[in-house]
């Protein structure tokens, strides 16, 4: 019996000895890496490279060439100026209603149960899959003072084409899914027992929505909102046709750069090109902190 133990306990007591003899931090460091990460992580490093670092250098250097007064006498001028605020303004704007709507929607998907839910469910993602300028032919088609929509909103005197309320018009089109699709996972792992506690303690569905639901979701809504901005902020398809073009009044920033472009006027697409780029490194940041901020939230709940 003392032998059989002791031939049963030896392989055992090898693989205790293994870790010790390998080193625990090589052992570790063997199970954590997956086969192939050196190659994988050349590959990626490679792509990303040729396919996002190198244009983007491209353009800083060409943006290197030009001096100071040239280049802030492009990026500031009267017209780009404009352009900028019709830019941000307009993706602010249809942000915020993306952010607000957005959460309505994704919590109409799913806390209820409807006939056509799985038809919704699938047009939301229909700006990620329709083409830009697809879409901006039919907002056009439809907000123009032609239009179905567009002659019951003229005889009211509102007119939505060809001004900067058709621009963000457009944004808030082809911003929705990203709100919608950020909030969604969230509201389905939440919790229903932590409302029914609170509904059990007096709360009212605006109280419990208020102080329970909203924090949770705040987060996830905030990621959504910098992600409409983000994507609205270099949107150009949906947008040159419902907004007419009008330079000072409905010109966006990525159209001012084609029309540097088709000017030959490389030095002043550049310029703005360039504050373009750097408004997109900081939404970037936002949003990964935004992320950050989403998940610190996520492991409190969870150790609560």
């Known amino acids: 019996m003392s032998q059989a133990v002791s031939i049963e306990e030896a392989p055992l007591a090898d693989a ?27 590959i990626t490093l490679l792509y990303l490279g040729f396919m996002v670092l190198l244009p983007l250098s491209a353009l800083a250097l060409k943006a290197s060439t030009m001096s100071g007064n040239v280049f802030w006498g ?21 942000a915020a209603v993306n952010a607000v709507f957005g959460l309505i ?33 039919a907002l056009t088609f439809l907000y123009s003072p032609r239009g179905w929509i567009g002659a019951i909103l003229a005889k009211a005197g509102i007119e939505i084409a060809f001004t900067p309320v058709g621009v963000m018009v457009a944004l808030t089109f082809i911003g929705l899914p990203f709100v919608v699709r950020t909030v969604q ?47 609205a902020l270099g949107e150009y398809g949906s947008v040159v046709f419902i907004s007419g073009n009008m330079p000072m009044r409905t010109e966006i920033a990525p159209l001012l750069i084609v029309t540097r472009l088709e000017q030959y006027d490389y030095a002043g697409a550049t310029a703005i090109a360039v504050v373009l780029l750097v408004s997109s490194f900081a939404l970037l940041l936002l949003i990964n902190g935004l992320q950050a901020w989403g998940a610190r939230a996520e492991r409190a709940e969870a150790r609560s």
């Open 16 to 42: 205790e000895r293994m870790p010790a003899a390998v080193g625990p931090g090589r052992a570790r460091a063997r199970r954590r890496l997956l086969p192939g990460f050196r190659m994988t992580l050349g």
């Open 185 to 231: 996972p969230v509201l389905e792992d939440l919790d229903r027992e932590v409302e029914e506690a609170a509904a059990c303690l007096g709360a009212t569905g605006l109280q419990t929505f208020r102080r329970v639901i909203f924090p949770t979701v705040l987060p996830a809504v905030a990621t959504g909102f910098a992600l409409a901005f983000a994507r």
């Open 74 to 94: 492009t990026a500031a001028s009267a017209r780009a100026l404009a352009s900028y605020r019709l830019s941000f303004g307009a993706s602010f704007a249809a």
């Open 105 to 137: 929607v994704a919590w109409v998907l799913v806390r209820y149960r409807f006939p056509g839910k799985r038809l919704f469910d699938a047009l939301i993602d229909l700006p990620f899959a329709l083409p830009t300028a697809v879409a901006g032919i």
